[in-house]
């Protein structure tokens, strides 16, 4: 089995703002496009204007409707993807050293030519996080766009995940977790930041930032005042039109 550095470097991951995000689907669509034509085998898709269609994506985003103890339901979009963890069960139970976290910026990834799609990794992970391609019969996960992050080769600002740069709502985040003077750790002491499903002890990387709660207002609408009558009786046109009308057949003259 694969064993776990014991410390990293660096703890790269992303910070998910649950109150921005739209469900609009970009950063799907992005990641997908960007991992299909850049690192690793591509991701595939089976039957994709068929019945039954299906597909490799290393990020999905699945909306609820909430009902908060008081107030309205809302709906929250909720981006998954992995997590990065630093007590990676995906990576200990790897028979092959496929799956490996590494050392100095703590991100977890799959080298595909020693993977042998014994789908053990999937079974480990919590969160359902990885992905076996139908196609290649590799496990495929979110690679935290290694090949975009160190790549000079690239503009400064395209040296950020895919699914960052794309998100148009600015709900996703990128950078050091282990570095707590970081915009992105920051944003999380700052809006308490949580780990999903922290009882599973994996020490996931990633952060999501809760929902706000949203305004709430009297019975009595805001625009109220805005929709009283501007006169009890109509006058000048409207009130030749009102007398017109009642004279209709069917009027109440």
């Known amino acids: 089995m694969t064993?776990?550095?014991?410390?990293?470097?660096?703890?790269?991951?992303?910070?998910?703002?649950?109150?921005?995000?739209?469900?609009?689907?970009?950063?799907?669509?992005?990641?997908?496009?960007w991992n299909t034509e850049n690192y690793g085998a591509p991701l595939s898709d089976q039957r994709p204007y068929g019945t039954e269609p299906m597909g490799t994506f290393l990020n999905r985003v699945?909306?609820?409707?909430v009902q908060p103890e008081t107030g309205p339901a809302?709906?929250?979009?909720?981006?998954?993807s992995c997590l990065h963890c630093e007590d990676a069960p995906c990576v200990?139970?790897?028979?092959?050293?496929?799956?490996?976290?590494?050392a100095e910026?703590?991100?977890v990834l799959v080298n595909e030519d020693h993977c042998i799609g014994c789908g053990l990794c999937a079974w480990a992970c919590p969160y359902g996080a990885r992905e076996m391609d139908q196609a290649e019969g590799v496990m495929k996960k979110c690679t935290l766009c290694v090949d975009r992050i160190y790549n000079e080769n690239l503009p400064e600002e395209d040296q950020i995940p895919s699914c960052v740069r794309t998100c148009p709502a600015g709900a996703r985040h990128f950078g050091?977790?282990?570095?707590?003077?970081?915009?992105?750790?920051?944003?999380?002491e700052s809006r308490g930041g949580f780990d999903?499903?922290?009882?599973?002890?994996?020490?996931?990387?990633?952060?999501?930032l809760p929902p706000r709660l949203k305004d709430s207002w009297d019975d009595q609408s805001l625009l109220a005042p805005l929709l009283e009558p501007v006169a009890e009786e109509p006058k000048g046109f409207l009130n030749w039109l009102d007398k017109t009308l009642d004279k209709l057949p069917g009027g109440t003259a």
Do not use: W
């Open 62 to 65: 699945h909306s609820y409707e």
């Open 105 to 107: 910026d703590g991100i």
């Open 196 to 208: 999903l499903m922290p009882e599973m002890g994996t020490k996931p990387v990633n952060k999501y």
């Open 74 to 80: 809302q709906t929250v979009h909720f981006p998954k």
């Open 92 to 102: 200990t139970v790897c028979p092959t050293g496929a799956s490996y976290k590494r």
């Open 176 to 188: 050091d977790l282990g570095d707590p003077n970081s915009d992105v750790s920051q944003l999380v």
């Open 3 to 33: 064993s776990l550095p014991t410390s990293t470097d660096r703890k790269l991951g992303l910070v998910i703002d649950l109150d921005t995000c739209v469900g609009c689907h970009a950063c799907v669509i992005s990641c997908k496009g």
